[in-house]
Structures are given as C-alpha cells and as structure tokens.
C-alpha cells in the first residue's frame, strides 16, 4: 500500500526537469481528448514535479517561480479536461468504466511521487471522480462486475493520515513554522489541535475549515487554503477507506438488491458486529452504517455536488460565498499584519 504517512523528505522541493519537461507537460496535458491526455501523460519520461501552492516561499526566486506557475498552470488544464471527461464516464459501459477509471488511477501516481500542495488537490480530484461514479453504480439495481473489486482497491492503495496533512503543512510554510517530527509522541487530538494552530484555526480545521467555501472549485488552485484541502483529502479518504468498501460488501453478499433498499436490508446482511478500519473522521466506524448513509447520500439531490466542480453548491445559501470571502480576507490581512 503506498501509505500515506510519507516522511518528509519525500516532500522535497522539485521543480521539475527546466523548461523542456514543462513544454512536454504542457503538450500532453493541453488538448480537447482528454482519453488521449491520459495516455500521454503516463508515458511521459519526465516526473510531474511537487509543484506547491501560490504563497509557498519558492514564489520568490523568479526563475522557480515561473516553472512553479506553469505547472499550475497546467493542473488547472488537466482539472478542467477531468471536470468534462466526468461527464463521458457516466455514460460509459462498466467495462469502459473500469479501463478509464485505471487510466486516471495511473495519472493519479504520477502526481503521488512528489506529494505536495497541488498534486494534492489533483489527486484528491481524480478520486472523487471516480468513487462518486463507482458509488452511484453500486446503487444501481443488477450486477455487480468483478472489476468494481479492483477498483475498490486501487483506489485504496494511498490513504491520507493526519501525517499526510501535517508534512503538506510543513512544506508549504517552513518546517521552522511547524514540523510533524515535533508532535509525533502526541496523542491524535492535540497532533491534530497544534496542524490547526499552525494553518490559523483549530482542531476544527478538519471538520469545519474557516474557508469551506474554498473546497469548490478552482479556490484551493488559486490561493493556499490548507483547511479546505485537508477537509477535502479527509472527506475523500475516509469515502475510500469505509463507505465504498462497505457498500460494496453488502452488494457482494446480498441475495437481492432494490433501489429501495436501506439500513434495515443492510442490517440483515451485514450485521451489527463488522467494523472498518479507522479513518481521519472521528469514532469507530461500523459496516452497516456506513453502507446506510453512503447509499443515502447517493440517492440524495446533492450527491454529485461532492465533485466539488461547481464553484457555488446549491446548499450554499445566497450571499454565503461573499460573506466567507470577506471573513477569509479579513483574517489574511491580520496575519499578514503579525508578520511584518
């Protein structure tokens, strides 16, 4: 399993192979089929680079600093080719699906080497594309194919833990600002507690980040919002880790499945006593309720509000957006003021 827990030294500054690796990056990523950009970019000899966010301290040497922006550039290319490519999934056959979705899986290692901000947010997308469209299959009444199991566990294959989070915080701001060495020995909740100090919240970052509105969209590209990135990695981690597995399970062991079903079938299949491995979000984690509420929340009118493509959910009351935005200003403005 390629574990989440990454020491920090695989975080190392890379900033990529000069202007020949961009230009090919660049020429693999920019193009209308998006089928084909996934083909190139897994035969491409050059690594996709860790390429950070747009206050990371690498802005400041300018020959970097253009490298960094080109690569940013091309992320929000690829995002934008992968928010299209979503739509082509959903009509695709579940063999179609499972070749696509392998083929994203295999982009998504290219932007696991070299863990950072950005290749964060491009992972945690790929991922979401694909367990919200395994999900709603999943829901659909006949046979399960054989290669949604492998899909299951390749997508299982890197997990995020708070280790995860802490080292992209140490990067992004300096380890003379916070480092996940120092709190190693700390119990979950106050290692937790000080990566929320650290990025200007608490605890909370991860359960309700002060810029939630961040999440959608291209904001978590176009600024550095750690919290947003770090709910959205946890959110997508723990769908990965316990709801989809679970989901699958009771399809794989149920005698019949309708588009009604729900906790009371569940139940009977799988019982009260099977319990998931722990993920970021808090508690322990039992089967069928986490089987109950995945499919609940597939069959909901904001299901797919979870791809976080819109750059305004229709859950966000009016005027809710401006009024993070400001709030979001206000506290950068203070803590740009501390630091002079």
């Known amino acids: 399993m390629m574990a989440g827990c990454l020491g920090i030294t695989a975080f190392t500054i890379v900033t990529g192979a000069g202007d020949d690796g961009l230009d ?8 209308n089929d998006f089928k084909k950009t996934l083909v190139s970019v897994k035969s491409l000899q050059e690594d996709w680079p860790a390429v950070h966010s747009v206050k990371h301290k690498e802005n400041k040497d300018e020959a970097k600093a253009l490298v960094q922006t080109g690569y940013r550039n091309m992320a929000r290319t690829f995002w934008q080719g992968l928010e299209s490519y979503e739509k082509v999934l959903q009509e695709m056959s579940p063999e179609a699906f499972c070749e696509a ?23 945690d997308s790929i991922n979401r594309v694909i367990y919200i469209n395994l999900g709603e299959r999943l829901a659909m009444v006949g046979d399960v194919p054989t290669c949604y199991d492998r899909l299951v566990e390749r997508l299982a294959e890197f997990r995020c833990d708070l280790s995860t989070i802490g080292n992209l915080v140490s990067v992004e701001y300096g380890s003379d600002r916070f480092s996940m060495a120092t709190i190693e020995e700390m119990p979950f909740e106050k290692k937790l507690d000080a990566i929320g100090v650290a990025i200007g919240q608490d605890m909370s970052f991860l359960f309700l ?8 969209g291209l904001r978590i590209l176009e600024k550095c919002s750690l919290t947003a990135l770090s ?9 990965i880790g316990a709801s989809l597995p679970a989901l699958l399970s009771f399809r794989r062991k149920t005698m019949v499945f309708t588009a009604t079903d729900s906790f009371p079938q569940i139940r009977a299949v799988l019982g009260d006593e099977v319990w998931l491995p722990p993920t970021l ?25 979870k791809l976080c493509f819109s750059e305004s959910p229709a859950f966000f ?24």
């Open 209 to 216: 980040p002060q810029d939630i509105h961040n999440m959608y």
């Open 281 to 305: 979000l808090p508690g322990r984690h039992r089967a069928v309720i986490e089987a109950s509420d995945f499919l609940t929340a597939i069959r909901s009118e904001h299901w797919r509000e």
């Open 24 to 31: 090919n990056w660049r020429n693999a990523i920019s193009t």
């Open 101 to 123: 979705a392998d083929a994203l899986l295999d982009v998504r290692n290219r932007f696991l080497k070299h863990p950072s901000y950005v290749n964060y947010f491009l992972i």
């Open 231 to 239: 709910r959205r990695l946890a959110l997508s981690d723990h769908c």
């Open 317 to 340: 009351a009016k005027g809710l957006v401006e009024q993070l935005e400001r709030e979001e200003a206000e506290r950068e403005a203070k803590r740009e003021a501390s630091q002079k």
